[in-house]
């Protein structure tokens, strides 16, 4: 099935490091979701969006919806060790059945 | 919000042998629900989802089926496992649009 475009695909920063990552598509999404999965884990979902240029903030992550609804950026600041795992995006369309499409993950390593 | 439970955690199964992986859902009513595999350091593959009781639609040809016998819980089997089936298998579930998952089983066929 359809992936969408995520990069980078794994990155190794150093603890405080600010963290960028983008999630692209060749068609629209209504929605668009970011989640984070530790190893042996579900995914879990750290940011939701649902309005194109919607910008929202958990923490230390902001998440931006892009204006032309076909893509995403999540930014980490001040990384922490625990910030390591996979980031993976995911878009959705109305009348979908809530189906999403989701990225191809970025690895996020974080050295002391 | 809701809780997903999966069991088992893992699972090692022989070519040839049957499967069944439960999926329960609590504190929502009515949601969707899906089944995903994801193969090690992949991402994730949608292979069935439910929009209600007895409602399966399949995403991809596959060695599986699904089934949804109660509102909340979602059952994923095969009567034959392969070995290509190994990966790990989770559970999701939608209520107002956003899927939240369940732990996930790792099934190892040998």
């Known amino acids: 099935g359809q992936q969408l475009n995520q990069s980078p695909q794994s990155m190794f920063i150093q603890e405080g490091e600010d963290v960028s990552m983008n999630c692209t598509s060749s068609s629209i999404f209504n929605t668009w979701l970011w989640y984070k999965q530790d190893p042996g884990e579900g995914p879990v979902l750290l940011i939701a969006?649902?309005?194109?240029?919607e910008l929202t903030s958990n923490g230390r992550l902001t998440a931006q919806f892009g204006i032309t609804r076909k893509d995403s950026f999540l930014n980490i600041s001040a990384s922490i060790p625990s910030d390591v795992g996979i980031y993976f995006c995911?878009?959705?369309?109305?009348?979908?059945?809530?189906?999403?499409?989701f990225g191809t993950g970025t690895r996020l390593q974080v050295t002391l | 919000s809701q809780t997903i439970h999966q069991w088992p955690a893992t699972l090692v199964q022989p070519v040839g042998s049957p499967l069944s992986l439960e999926c329960t859902v609590e504190g929502t009513s009515n949601p969707n629900l899906y089944w995903y595999r994801q193969a090690a350091g992949r991402g994730l593959q949608l292979l069935f989802y439910?929009?209600?009781?007895?409602?399966i639609s399949s995403e991809v040809p596959q060695n599986l089926s699904a089934s949804r016998p109660q509102d909340r819980q979602f059952i994923l089997s095969s009567k034959k496992l392969l070995l290509s089936d190994s990966g790990f298998y989770l559970c999701a579930c939608a209520g107002w649009g956003e899927q939240f998952f369940g732990p996930g089983t790792r099934l190892t066929v040998l």
């Open positions: 969006l649902y309005k194109a240029g």
């Open positions: 439910s929009v209600g009781i007895g409602q």
């Open positions: 995911a878009g959705q369309r109305t009348g979908t059945a809530s189906k999403l499409t």
